[in-house]
């Protein structure tokens, strides 16, 4: 019996590094894939023993590079689950945007998911395996970082595009958009602005905003049996962000219900 792998990239991230942790409870080993290699190192190890987690250096925006880390993950077992988590924003204006943040937003929110799937393609088809895509509720409407918005946008297709393409194979492809979560990709937004996330909780219908466990578990769902006949959905984790806005529920309506 070969092991059941699943493999998160950017993992050595506060997302990444929950969802590596959720799937260690369904998967006999998760390969903790991050661009830095003594963080992916340092992730796994405080995850677990290295016959649950191992690290992979790899630049998901480098072909090369994807093609040799996909190699020595499938050596390690059959690669059931891949979620492409790798993702960061640039220039949050498009009057800010140059050409090569275009570039770079795209190359790691959208084209990585494409490599990273191509690559272990021929072992989810072995496994009847699941793709799961980290978008955002960026990707659903305008809240900033226009070429990281585009990119997400294109990654919520990206994954009707396996689904619909890859579904006689048994593969299964699904986004989870998260709203705000507090990880080390806000910190410099927290520095100019420690109150950030108490205002951004007032645009949320739960008052609150998700964390890394949050996404995780949505992750841990659709990687399931309990999701076999969930693909090609997008599933925001986003505590109602989406859903509607109270203030403007409140304004159209003139009801002190919102
Ligand atoms: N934090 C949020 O509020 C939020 C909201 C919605 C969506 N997301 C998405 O969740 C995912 C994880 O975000 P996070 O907040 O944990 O970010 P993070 O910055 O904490 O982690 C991202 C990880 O990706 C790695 N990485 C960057 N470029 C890479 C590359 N080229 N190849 C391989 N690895 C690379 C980084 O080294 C880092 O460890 C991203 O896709 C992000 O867009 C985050």
Partial sequence: MTRSVALVTGAAGDIGRAIAARLADSHDLVVVVDIDLPAARSAAADLGSDDRFQALQCDVTDEASVAAMAKAAMALGSVRTLVNNAGAARAVSLHDTTSEIWRADNALNLEAAF?????????????????INIASVNGLAVFGHPAYSAAKAGL???????????????????????????TQAWEARAVANPQVFEDAKRWYALRRIATAADVANAVFF????????????CLPVDCGLTAGQTELAHTFSQSDHY
């Avoid at 272990?120 to 793709?131: H, R």
């Fill in 115 to 131: 490599l990273t799937f191509r690559a272990l393609e021929e072992d989810l088809k072995k496994t009847q395996g699941s793709v």
């Fill in 222 to 233: 659709l990687a399931g049996d309990e999701a076999q006949a969930i693909t090609g959905v």
């Fill in 156 to 182: 919520i297709h990206l994954t009707r595009l396996i689904a619909v393409e890859y579904g006689k194979f048994g593969i299964r492809a699904n986004a989870v958009a998260p709203g705000t979560v507090r």
